[in-house]
């Protein structure tokens, strides 16, 4: 009942609620995302290294026309024979490429015998400073056939979608339903990233590294911050527990050791004749046991003495030792009844010495 009560203080229920809530949402939110985005970016790298040891293949045997999106196509090396549609080319703001910043170049790409197009990203060129567009070559407006990569869409944030800057048609985000929609075209729901060295080509934008990053520690850490949250609870408990323990016992035990000075006790509740005949027990103890002579020897006939002696009481006993307290308390002061200064005692002493000592430090 102690131990409830003191759970059910306010700033217990606090605790509680807090680490009850803070597990919570490490094992259902803040772990599953970081074990979430290493499984993500394990897969990207096994389609990475799938698609670099396969050979480049022309675009329809990967994905056909007007079909939806297929994820495991992603990365694929593919060839398509078209031109661009450089009057429609859009620029893609606020880019990192290499850890500086970039301008990624968006331009669609007619498919040769038939209605299909889709969105070529030519690569980047850097910023210019005092310009807010930079200077962009132009796409060669022939036949081509260009070799890239298949990327799926980044999708679009709401309040960053297509605008316009100097005239120049610019997003945030590479998505093709945006773009075609900014330039009234049909595209396919992917977009392709142009390989090194291929016609229209910019600065060419590398393959990602293949490493899962530090999501399996984080999501590992938050499961380890979810277990000890409640561990560390729970001990907190029970050292509060430990503490009042020590500053108000209760048990027995301590009841009982306590018992001389705070309570009565069996011995404190003897009777007058109780304590006459523990007395006359002690006293008794002390004279010459019968059947026994003056000489120590036993009396023949005499029956043996019992193996036991009468027990001696507890309030005879803490009598005893107060009156062998105060005999040595009285022996010891009257050692010391001489004051300071004054001479040994005379008496008892010599005629010779009492003079002697009468003459050096006087009567």
Same mark, same amino acid.
């Given at each position: ?283 008794? $103890?002390?004279?010459?046991? #019968? /059947? ?6 036993? @009396? ?5 003495? %019992? *193996? +036991? ?13 107060? $009156?062998?307290?105060?005999? #040595? /308390? ?6 010391? @009844? ?5 001479? %040994? *005692? +005379? ?17």
């Amino acid at each position: 009942m102690r131990a409830l009560r003191t759970v059910l203080r306010p700033g217990w229920i606090a605790l509680g609620v807090v680490v009850v809530a803070f597990a919570a949402l490490c094992f259902s939110i803040l772990a599953p995302w970081q074990l979430g985005k290493n499984s993500s970016t394990e897969h990207r790298n096994q389609l990475i290294k799938d698609a670099v040891g396969t050979a480049a293949v022309p675009l329809d045997q990967v994905t056909r026309t007007g079909a939806a999106f297929d994820p495991a196509t992603e990365w694929r090396e593919v060839t398509v024979t078209g031109r661009y549609l450089p009057d429609d080319q859009v620029l893609v703001r606020l880019r990192s490429v290499e850890d500086q910043p970039a301008v990624e170049v968006l331009v669609p790409f007619a498919v040769n015998g038939s209605d299909r197009m889709v969105l070529v990203d030519r690569g980047y060129v850097r910023p210019q400073q005092g310009s807010t567009t930079p200077a962009v070559p132009t796409a060669p407006s022939d036949e081509v056939t260009i070799t890239a990569r298949i990327r799926a869409g980044e999708g679009t944030s709401p309040g960053r979608g297509a605008h316009s800057e100097d005239g120049v048609r610019a997003v945030y985000t590479i998505d093709p339903g945006v773009v075609g929609t900014m330039v009234g075209s049909r595209l396919d729901p992917y977009y392709l990233q142009l390989a090194a060295d291929q016609p229209g080509s910019l600065g060419t934008i590398g393959l990602p590294q293949l490493d899962s990053g530090p999501y399996l520690s984080y999501g590992l850490q938050w499961l380890a911050f979810g277990i000890m949250a409640p561990l560390g609870a729970c001990y907190f408990v029970y050292s509060e527990f430990r503490q009042r323990r020590r500053r108000d016992p209760v048990d027995d035990h301590g009841l009982a050791a306590g018992s001389d000075e705070d309570g009565p006790t069996e011995s404190d509740g003897l009777t007058a004749s109780d304590e006459a005949t523990g007395s006359e027990n002690t006293e008794g $103890s002390e004279k010459t046991p #019968a /059947g026994v002579g003056p000489d120590g020897s036993r @009396r023949a006939g005499a029956s043996p003495e %019992p *193996a +036991t002696a009468h027990p001696t009481t507890a309030l005879s006993r803490r009598r005893r030792l107060r $009156s062998d307290l105060q005999a #040595a /308390g009285t022996d010891s002061s009257a050692h010391s @009844r001489g004051q300071i200064g004054a001479g %040994p *005692a +005379t008496q008892g002493s010599p005629a010779a010495v009492r003079d002697k000592l009468s003459k050096r430090y006087g009567n």
